[in-house]
């Protein structure tokens, strides 16, 4: 078993959106042209785990559906609580291994169709295993990139900030160095004068 590259290992640490989570497990497929798509179970010290994956166009967190509001399939279309979302294309995904605890449990087979449906409310992923007859549904939340960190992200934002204070104390204190010098000459001035007029006073004297 040999997976692709992605961004996180088991075990890694997570920042997603400023909460600070570990990969407890995750799962690998393949899409057309051996793109990697990469599911991670997030956990944290309180409060439930999460789905998030990693896939070409980016980040993503898979959220799932109570109980009470559970998506209804005809066709090309789902609905939820009256609401049509509808098909926009559809991605097979072959399995190329897991670690850890996967997403979802263990897979119940080599291939994943996974349907975008999309609404006005977002988009709705309808998961298929051809072979296991069993679907899944889960709301899709796109993230923006600086949503999800590594710890090496955290740690060189961290020093390039350090650099950045270093560099602006610097030219403060550059600009200031003038400023600070300029009494100290107004005074050197003074005093000349003020030793001048003495002397001539005391010369007229």
Do not use: W
């Not at 070409?56 to 967190?61: I, L, N, R, S, T």
């Not at 959220?63 to 509808?86: D, I, R, W």
């Amino acid at each position: 078993m040999r997976f692709h590259a992605s961004k996180f290992r088991l075990d890694a640490g997570v920042s997603l959106n400023g909460r600070a989570m570990r990969v407890a497990g995750l799962i690998q497929y393949e899409e057309t042209g051996d793109a990697a798509v990469t599911r991670y179970l997030l956990t944290e010290v309180a409060g439930a785990p999460l789905v998030l994956e990693e896939n070409p166009a980016g980040f993503a967190v898979l959220g799932t559906f109570p109980g009470t509001a559970q998506p209804q399939a005809s066709g090309n279309s789902v609905s939820v609580l009256g609401e049509k979302y509808v098909l926009k294309g559809v991605r097979k995904l072959k399995l190329v291994g897991t670690d850890g605890q996967p997403p979802g449990g263990p897979p119940k087979g080599d291939l994943l169709l996974s349907g975008e449906f999309e609404g006005s409310m977002g988009t709705i992923l309808r998961e298929l295993v051809p072979t296991a007859g069993t679907q899944s549904f889960y709301l899709l939340k796109r993230l923006a990139k600086d949503d999800v960190l590594s710890n090496n992200d955290i740690a060189g934002r961290l020093e390039a900030g350090r650099r950045d204070a270093e560099i602006k104390a610097g030219v403060a204190d550059e600009d200031s160095a003038p400023q600070s010098a300029l009494p100290a000459i107004l005074m050197a001035v003074v005093a000349i004068v003020v030793a001048a007029a003495l002397a001539y006073s005391c010369a007229s004297g």
